[in-house]
């Protein structure tokens, strides 16, 4: 492990070749919580979730133990939440050539008219290239909330950053765990409740699993190497019996 903040506990990982995970562990619930940045590592670098604003400075020093700041061409964002983005105008500021990357519904709606620059705004299905690595923007509308949520998914590495998808509690001490997610993060999702319970949410695990992941790169907790497809039709099947959804 490498600890970039001694006094926070703030750390980098690679959990996927050229994908770190940065962790800071904090005390905001009984039991301890965790947010996760990820950066991609390529010709032009990603960061997916910025973290809240307030953590800014820890998760900037995380980033430049890996890569100076200022190379940051990205600054992606699941949907419009301060900790996928309380910090993203900080970012834009430190990396200049940087710009926002996020939905359509969310760059229309929220990041173009918050943000300091124009978002790249991607298409359900868009891919970008960003040197070795290409990702794909898979938009999910309220899975788990919000109308402008969407996911990347690594098309080289299997590797699905699945924002708060398998929220887990905890300070998320092992960067990334083979062991069962599932259900840790539904003993975390049951008592608060902050899925959307949308119409078509067996509909939209099927789109993300269809991605076959291998690695999913949670935003809370551990992140997860298996198979993604089984886990992420696990937990549909879950949401879907909880609301009483038809088959």
Known sequence: ???????????????????????????????????????ILDDQPLLFH??????????????????PVSRLRFVALSHFEADE??????????APDSVPLCSR???????????????????????????????????????????????????????????DLFTQGGIGARALTE???????EAFRQPL??????????QLMEKLASELPDTLACMHGSAWKGDGANLLRALGERLVSDSSQPS
């Open 1 to 39: 492990m490498a600890t970039t903040n001694a006094s926070t506990g703030t750390n980098v990982h690679e959990i996927a070749d050229g994908i770190y995970r940065i962790n800071t562990p904090v005390d905001i619930v009984p039991g301890g919580f965790s947010f996760n940045q990820y950066l």
């Open 50 to 67: 910025t973290g809240p604003r307030k953590m800014f400075p820890l998760v900037r020093e995380a980033v430049e133990s890996v890569i």
């Open 85 to 94: 983005c309380g910090s993203l105008n900080e970012w834009l500021a430190v």
């Open 179 to 185: 062991e069962d997610i599932l259900e840790t993060s």
């Open 105 to 163: 519904i969310a760059a229309m709606v929220s990041v173009n008219d918050i943000a300091d620059r124009p978002a790249r705004a991607m298409a359900d299905g868009e891919e970008l290239t960003l040197g070795k690595h290409s990702v794909k923007w898979l938009d999910a509308p309220h899975l788990p909330h919000g109308w402008e949520t969407g996911y990347l998914m690594d098309t080289g590495t299997k590797t699905m950053f699945c924002g």
């Open 193 to 202: 409740d902050y899925f959307s319970h949308s119409t078509n949410t067996r």
